[in-house]
């Protein structure tokens, strides 16, 4: 019920109450050809290096995500400083101060930051449940819901990586040649 699915009997769990197991196995096999036998130990260890699977491939994209993250973060803000320099120069000879110019960038960085994260929750929010079915294995499956502490963890952390970078960019305003 909690995936949404009809439940179809394929399997069953046998309480062995001390019974050699072995013994349980081959005498279910003896009955039919179709049935295979699985220990709890061995279960657990196909589910536990699944899980293990699962998390390397979430920390593998997490570092290539931050990577990015700030290498585009990091360029688009340089980018802009330089496309403004001639603009941001005047403001300073006309008597902005170095916090007026600084407010005056980063309004722009702030929308387009704010826009980013929006879109990439839309995105994210469509393409998840996708990814998610498809790396889920048939024995294994994942709980599908909404989780919202993850994603404002998420939203949360890449306003705070945006901030940094930015305001570690804009530092270069007080370098201005205002000659």
Not at 8 to 14: D, G
Not at 69 to 81: G, H, K, R
Not at 133 to 154: N, R
Request: glycine share 6%.
């Amino acid at each position: 019920s909690i995936f949404g699915d009809v439940n179809k009997t394929n399997s069953y769990f046998i309480k062995m109450n001390g019974a050699d197991a072995k013994k349980v196995e081959e005498e279910l096999i003896a009955v039919s050809d179709n049935i295979s036998f699985t220990t709890r130990d061995e279960f657990k260890v196909k589910f536990d290096s699944a899980s293990k699977l699962y998390n390397i491939i979430v920390y593998i994209t997490t570092g290539i995500a931050i990577l990015i993250s700030f290498m585009i973060l990091t360029n688009l803000a340089n980018i802009y400083l330089t496309r403004k320099k001639t603009e941001l120069t005047v403001m300073r000879v006309n008597g902005f101060t170095i916090k007026e110019t600084k407010g005056y960038l980063s309004k722009e960085s702030i929308l387009t930051t704010a826009a980013g994260l929006i879109l990439g929750v839309a995105v994210g929010a469509i393409l998840t449940p996708l990814l998610i079915k498809g790396l889920q294995q048939p024995d294994l499956e994942f709980i599908k819901s909404f989780q919202p502490v993850a994603w404002g963890t998420a939203v949360g952390l890449e306003a705070l990586f945006s901030l940094i970078i930015n305001t570690l960019v804009y530092r270069k305003v007080k370098d201005l040649n205002l000659k």
